[in-house]
T-cell receptor, first 112, second 116 residues
Framework: GESVGLHLPTLSVQEGDNSIINCAYS??????FIWYKQESGKGPQFIID?????DKRQGQRVTVLLNKTVKHLSLQIAATQPGDSAVYFC???????????FGQGTRLTINP | NAGVTQTPKFRVLKTGQSMTLLCAQD?????MYWYRQDPGMGLRLIHY???????AKGEVPDGYNVSRLKKQNFLLGLESAAPSQTSVYFC???????????????FGPGTRLTVL
């Protein structure tokens, strides 16, 4: 069935280190993927997106990698800062299904 | 611009009571969505709208109704609240449908609803 999940529910990193948050998806018809950041008490905020015809896309301090062979998506945050503390979740757009499927999320904690 | 706003922020209902959640956006977006977020689960789509006067069912529509009388507003109604509807509700809007290149869904701050 269709599912978007995360390998780890929590991740703690030292301030200044790089963070990698992973996401697995199961639907081979998914053609577009998004990463969201959700801070406590707030709504999700778009971070970066990637299409299925790409394997990498970079933003400011963030990089998304897509491996369609193993249906895996990752979000890399460079030089993690205290403001990066949040829940991060991925979403996939299933082509033709007209819906986004959201993952449960990974809580990222930054240690000083 | 305020973006997407939601009222109220918090609400406690008794089983069987009714209420309406209001979502407003000032970005002139055609598409609006209502999601619920529950612990351990991803956001799930309740209903959505592709334009003023139109609505459609999402993944979990039972127990909810919606209306889009004005382009900027999307209302979510609970006619007879049940404890299973305890959740955080998010409204979102976007310029075009679903996900597309740089077609970001903008989310509101959420409404935390508890049904006793």
């Amino acid at each position: 069935g269709e599912s978007v999940g995360l390998h780890l529910p929590t991740l703690s990193v030292q301030e200044g280190d790089n963070s990698i948050i992973n996401c697995a998806y199961s639907n081979s018809a998914s053609d577009y993927f998004i990463w969201y950041k959700q801070e406590s008490g707030k709504g999700p905020q778009f971070i970066i997106d990637i299409r299925s015809n790409m394997d990498k896309r970079q933003g400011q301090r963030v990089t998304v990698l897509l491996n369609k062979t193993v249906k895996h998506l990752s979000l890399q945050i460079a030089a993690t800062q205290p403001g990066d503390s949040a829940v991060y979740f991925c979403a996939e757009n299933i082509s033709g299904a007209q819906k986004l499927v959201f993952g449960q999320g990974t809580r990222l904690t930054i240690n000083p | 611009n305020a973006g997407v706003t939601q009222t109220p922020k918090f609400r406690v209902l008794k089983t069987g009571q009714s209420m309406t959640l209001l979502c407003a956006q000032d970005m002139n977006h055609e598409y609006m969505y209502w999601y619920r977020q529950d612990p351990g689960m991803g956001l799930r789509l309740i209903h959505y709208s592709v334009g003023e006067g139109t609505t459609a069912k999402g993944e979990v529509p039972d127990g909810y109704n919606v209306s889009r009388l004005k382009k900027q507003n999307f209302l979510l109604g609970l006619e007879s609240a049940a404890p299973s509807q305890t959740s955080v509700y998010f409204c979102a809007s976007s310029y075009s449908m679903w996900a597309g290149w740089n077609n970001e869904q903008f989310f509101g701050p959420g409404t935390r609803l508890t049904v006793l």
